[in-house]
């Protein structure tokens, strides 16, 4: 065995079971430095011996690793990969705490809901989240069964964007297998709940897992719905991961997508070497209490504060618990009187509880030959599309050069009419403010539509960008192969270029379409304090709104943060700091007591987060400083955190008396959330990319759009329809050739399914 390579990252493995123990072989067999803790000495001191090994069949490997009980270790830590027991976490905590470096964190690659309670202990700037699907087992002191292929996604709390510790840790287990990172760890994670439930309902017979949830499909589809609606009341954007597809088995879904999840997922499940659970094993071959128990426990607390049943799931558990000592009790009839409670529970029936039922889909879908002309004259025309990309980036539009937004909005109405023909109607409202663009709006004609509700959709664009003049003078539009860069090209020029491309495919094929209006506005990169009332004023009017703002890593985003931006203000007293120190007043000690205050708003999980970005204060350092001013950004995923913080902002008093704080600023975009018919219009477009070949997810975001403004008055939305590619606001922004033509198809497919029904 070599030993690991001193270059790489070193990891503590706190926990060296099925998952920590699977984690911490492939870092070691990559050339990471790994250390694991457990509190088994046996397998503690089988890994010593003869080093970590992991089975694959009839074969087994071993690499060095080193390894401790938490008595023994000495010293600090840096990355930790918490990998114990739900039920240990706050001990596993309580003892990294002070060994934890400054810089280190802690990765919960763990089962259920535990980043909170390490927070606690560790604080949230040192948890990062982690969703893990693994089959493994630990068959013997210090040997992981290897139980075939799985998911990992990591990232930061409570929806927080992607970080660079984020990437580099996933980049390292990537040496495990397809490890990803992403800003709604969240949504996997309610998923795993879901996922994890039908697992759990397993280990009450001693069956194959893919056989027991094949034959008892109400069971497990009545478990997943009580999850799910709990967690569609707390606006969670669920994740599919592996076989697993979550929306499918939400309640009220199509019968005939639920079989075929459940056919998808049976079949997946049973080309796994593990074909028993990790619960399973616990009752039947460790004798031990299970931990899914605690897994479930924010579960049941979320539906009792929304006042949702869970009668399936506490069946469950209470079975589990049962067999808790008494494995002999498994038996299959325990599945059968779950399917008959889940008939009895089932939505809508008068014996059992009523839940509303999702909002219908809108549109119908076209045939699939429909989509695949659309897709073929679009890829006919790619090359026209990257031209038309190549002279709209060409063009300057920084938000805060009135000349050029101007110039561009010129340049925008010729495109538009070369490409769509003269619109019905067009309007353009002068920017209400200095430095904001105008507002163009053009209202095109439904062409051979069909659907009863004949209102326009509204499709919604920013034509304003974050690169200042002159930035095409050193970096103009490139493309290289597939691959598209320049500023503006992802946020989001490339989107109003598919939009428009959307509409000429339809027309060029002769296809229906509703009624349009295409809506622009030249100021949303500094707010749209200029634009917002426009924009829901036209709302309003309008049947739902297509928002063609990027996508995140190609997902759609159906849940967005709102944003407050507040200024707090803080005046003391000025005095000779060095001869006179205690006849002043600081504004600056003030403002650090007031700063201290505003962390504890932070409430990763609920998914509000707060930034004192700027601070600034006083005027020479032997003068104690008269005044203070900190620069506060603020991102909520709900409306009652979205009041609670701003009470709390309002309640602020000064810790020294000879001071005042004063707050100003204002919520600057209202919360985007996952309302029921944003979620039918996320599952049109869904499926509008299956008829493509497309897999489409969903995203929440902590990033705001103008869409945040259309959902909050009562208009649905669907966003991050624009450009696939990365690097907004960076130098770094991309797309690419293919994302510009998929998109534009994705849009005309919805288009016409709007059309048609």
Not at 293 to 298: E, I, L
Not at 603 to 631: C, I, W
Not at 680 to 689: H, N
């Amino acid at each position: 065995m070599t030993a690991p390579s001193p270059q790489r990252a070193a990891y503590t493995v706190v926990g060296g079971g099925a998952i920590g123990g699977t984690l911490a072989f492939a870092l070691a067999r990559a050339g990471h430095p790994v250390t694991v803790i457990d509190t088994d000495a046996a397998h503690v001191a089988a890994i010593r011996a003869r080093g970590l090994v992991v089975a694959h069949g009839e074969s087994r490997t071993s690499v060095p690793v080193l390894a401790a009980t938490p008595d023994e270790f000495t010293g600090t830590l840096g990355r930790v990969l918490l990998a114990v027991k739900a039920q240990a976490t706050g001990t596993a905590a309580a003892w990294i705490a002070p060994r934890l470096e400054p810089d280190g964190y802690v990765v919960s690659l763990q089962n259920g809901f535990n980043e909170g309670l390490i927070a606690q202990h560790v604080g949230a700037p040192r948890t990062v989240a982690a969703f893990v699907n693994i089959f493994a087992d630990v068959v013997e002191p210090g040997v992981v069964l290897d139980g075939g292929a799985g998911a990992l996604v990591v990232g930061e709390p409570g929806g927080a964007p992607v970080s660079p510790r984020v990437r580099a840790v996933v980049a390292d287990l990537q040496s495990w297998g397809p490890a990803v990172a992403s800003d709604n760890v969240e949504g996997y994670l309610w998923a795993k709940a879901g996922f994890g439930a039908m697992l759990a309902a397993t280990a009450l017979a001693d069956a194959p897992m893919a056989d027991l949830i094949d034959r008892h499909r109400p069971a497990m589809a009545g478990l997943t719905g009580e999850i799910f609606a709990v967690s569609d009341r707390l606006g969670v954007t669920l994740e599919a991961f592996d076989a697993f597809e979550p929306l499918p088995l939400r309640q009220g879904t199509d019968p005939a997508a639920r079989d075929a999840a459940f056919d998808r997922l049976s079949a997946w499940l049973r080309t796994q070497a593990k074909d028993r659970s990790g619960i399973w094993r616990d009752l039947a071959v460790r004798h031990r209490p299970v931990e899914v128990t605690t897994h479930y426990a924010d579960v049941f607390d979320h539906a009792a504060r929304e006042g949702l049943p869970t009668p399936l799931l506490r069946t469950v558990m209470d079975g589990l618990r049962s067999l808790e000592g008494a494995p002999d009790g498994m038996s299959e009839a325990r599945l059968e009187e779950l399917d008959r409670l889940a008939g009895q529970a089932a939505p809508g029936r008068p014996d059992g509880p009523t839940h509303p039922a999702p909002a219908a889909m809108p549109g119908r879908l076209p045939e699939v030959e429909q989509a695949a002309a659309v897709r073929r004259w679009l890829d006919e025309h790619r090359e026209d599309m990257v031209a038309d990309l190549d002279a709209y980036t060409s063009q300057g539009s920084a938000s805060d050069d009135p000349d050029d937004l101007d110039a561009c909005l010129g340049w925008l109405r010729d495109w538009l009419d070369g490409r769509l023909g003269a619109p019905d109607t067009e309007e353009i409202l002068p920017r209400a403010q200095a430095g904001a663009g105008d507002i163009l709006v053009r209202r095109y004609p439904a062409r051979d539509a069909v659907a009863e509700d004949g209102r326009p959709v509204l499709l919604l664009g920013h034509y304003d960008t974050v690169w200042s003049t002159g930035t095409l003078d050193d970096w103009p539009f490139r493309r290289d192969g597939d691959h598209i860069s320049g500023p503006g090209v992802f946020d989001m020029k490339a989107g109003l270029v598919q939009a428009v491309w959307a509409l000429r495919a339809l027309d060029a094929l002769g296809l229906p379409r509703p009624a349009c209006t295409l809506m622009l506005n030249g100021d949303e990169e500094t707010g749209s304090l200029a634009s917002h009332e426009a924009i829901v004023a036209e709302s309003h009017g309008s049947r739902l709104a297509m928002v063609f703002e990027a996508a995140a890593d190609g997902a759609i985003k159906t849940a967005r943060k709102g944003v407050g931006l507040f200024t707090l203000t803080v005046t003391g007293s000025e005095a000779h700091a060095g001869l006179d120190p205690t006849a002043g007043a600081s504004a600056v000690d003030e403002l650090a007591h007031q700063i201290l205050r505003l962390a504890e708003l932070r409430a990763p999980d609920a998914g509000t987060s707060l930034n004192v970005g700027v601070v600034e204060g006083g005027t020479r350092s032997n003068v104690t400083a008269g005044r203070a001013v900190g620069r506060i950004d603020i991102r909520v995923a709900s409306a009652a955190e979205q009041q609670r913080v701003g009470d709390a902002l309002a309640a602020l008093r000064p810790v020294d008396p000879r001071t005042s704080v004063e707050i100003t600023g204002d919520w600057n975009r209202p919360v985007f959330e996952r309302t029921e018919q944003v979620a039918a219009l996320a599952e049109l477009a869904r499926r509008c990319a299956a008829l493509l070949g497309e897999d489409l997810r969903e995203a929440s975001v902590g990033g705001a759009s103008d869409g945040n403004f259309v959902v909050a008055a009562g208009t649905p939305v669907l966003d991050g329809i624009g450009a696939v590619g990365s690097g907004a606001h960076a130098r770094s922004e991309n797309t690419s050739v293919s994302g510009l033509v998929a998109r534009s198809a994705l849009a005309a497919t919805v288009l016409g399914a709007l059309a048609a029904g």
